[in-house]
């Protein structure tokens, strides 16, 4: 099944915890949003990971399923995926 995972994290260790995890099941698509596809048991692993580090009082984690034909019906414009902050750039 694939998800959306949106996520508003207070705290900034946590929030990189938790963008690191999400990293584990799929692809940033935004700088808070990360689509990931994933069966029943690893989508209950995510879960679990994520609430570990999220404080609950203070954050948020969202998963919205995306069946197929919602997926058909996206649209994009511009830039489809977020370019990765954490990844390292040589400019010559």
Known sequence: MRY???YDIADPRRLNRVAKILKDYG???QQSKFEIDVNQMRF???QARITDEIDEAE???KYIPLCERCRQKTEVIGQGRCIDQDHEFVIV
């Open 4 to 6: 959306l995972a949106i």
């Open 27 to 29: 692809i940033r698509v």
């Open 44 to 46: 209950i692993e995510l």
């Open 59 to 61: 954050d948020g984690v």
